[in-house]
């Protein structure tokens, strides 16, 4: 048992002294936060035992330089006077004053090497950091305004992203809500989608009204929507307009096909006789039975319906600044619509199971050219809707 603790607290020793060789390295690396950071988690177990004296020494070191560096820096920056250091002092503080909280909940820290307890000259930052905060505010404020200046869609949207900073930093800060607002809107790439019938027939208002109905095709995005109806205030940058160049109508058909089933069938049975007429006998004593078996026949017609329906479109990419054509794409839908139903003669025992089945259906009224050409317009919309989404604008 003695072995077993010498051989634990070996390991212990080692693990110790590892992990100190570890943070001394970060130290001289200059990677303070790391080190202080490793030194806390150690002490936070156990700050008075003789194997963290090392890691006490550490933070305390640590904590000076990573101050006195960060202090430089904001003298540096403060003297330089640029609006744009404003964010790096102000998340400069914030860092300080989080070191520090980390830090408290340890002390006194009483160092067994240096003979006294660690010197952490702590500060309160509180003004400091709220007088930082409202310089950076004052500066993305004055950023978000310069590139609304700039009115291109990308600067558009960099001052909508600098607005929600500003937000989170400062909810209801002036008149930043409605900027930011104005930002999205101005950023955003409004598309205007329409139909054109290039044909000499009538596109149904059912299917134009269905292929409009962009809500059901998931593809407005952030900074990317689609309209059907030009609204005054937009300025649209695309256009993507759906050309019906063909629509294709078949006559209707009514096809026969008669074919001829026949088939041995078991038809009942009758009684064996012996020669002298009476019932033949098995060797059980029971009557002697035989399968009769009847061929039957029978005719079956099957009349088949067709009516088909065809549309061929091209959907073209505008740019409505200046009118010029960007692209060419071709799109068709087929609907056809085919029944089959059947009728016998003969003996119906003559029928196979699938002949059967067919006698089930009759005869349905061919849809009108209008519907079939609407029936074309689920295929229309999938194509339609996969090209959009391939050739984002």
Excluded at 27 to 40: P, R, S, T
Excluded at 290 to 314: C, F, G, M, N, W
Excluded at 354 to 372: C, G, T, V
């Amino acid at each position: 048992m003695k072995k077993l603790l010498s051989i634990l607290s070996l390991v212990l020793l080692l693990t110790a002294c590892s992990s100190v060789k570890r943070n001394q390295k970060l130290l001289a690396k200059g990677n303070y936060e790391k080190a202080i950071d490793l030194a806390v988690k150690k002490l936070q177990k156990d700050k008075v035992s003789q194997k963290k004296d090392a890691h006490i020494a550490i933070l305390e070191q640590a904590f000076q330089k990573i101050i006195a560096k960060n202090t430089r820096r904001i003298s540096f920056l403060e003297k330089q006077g640029y609006a744009s250091g404003a964010k790096e002092i102000y998340y400069t503080f914030q860092n300080m004053e989080y070191i520090q909280d980390k830090i408290r909940p340890l002390l006194p820290l009483y160092s067994q090497a240096l003979k006294r307890n660690t010197v952490f000259k702590l500060e309160n930052y509180s003004d400091k950091i709220l007088s930082a905060k409202q310089a950076y505010i004052a500066y993305l404020y004055d950023e978000a305004f310069l590139y609304m200046e700039y009115q291109t869609l990308k600067d558009y949207r960099t001052a909508y992203y600098i607005y929600c900073e500003l937000e989170d930093l400062q909810p209801n800060y002036k008149d930043v809500p409605s900027k930011k607002e104005n930002a999205r809107f101005y950023g955003t790439n409004f598309i205007l989608v329409a139909l054109k019938n290039s044909t000499n027939q009538i596109i149904p208002s059912a299917l134009e009204q269905e292929l409009l109905k962009l809500d059901t095709y998931g593809l407005d995005k952030f900074w990317t929507q689609y309209h059907t109806q030009q609204q005054r205030d937009i300025n649209y940058s695309h256009g993507i307009t759906l050309n019906f160049r063909d629509i294709d109508v078949s006559p209707e058909k009514i096809s026969e096909t008669i074919e001829r089933r026949s088939k041995r069938i078991k038809d009942g049975w009758r009684y064996e006789y012996d020669a002298n007429g009476n019932v033949a006998k098995d060797s059980l004593g029971n009557d002697i039975k035989k399968d009769v078996y009847l061929r039957v026949s029978a005719s079956i017609t099957y009349i088949t319906q067709l009516k088909s329906a065809r549309v061929a479109a091209t959907v073209i990419y505008t740019n409505t600044q200046t009118g010029r054509r960007l692209n060419r794409l071709p799109i068709s839908s087929e609907f056809i619509f085919k029944n089959t139903f059947a009728g016998f003669t003969g003996d119906k025992r003559a029928l196979t199971k699938e002949d059967r089945n067919f006698l089930k259906y009759n005869f349905i009224a061919f849809p009108s050219n209008e519907q079939m050409v609407f029936d074309t317009g689920e295929d229309l919309k999938l194509s339609l809707k996969d090209i959009i989404k391939k050739n984002t604008l």
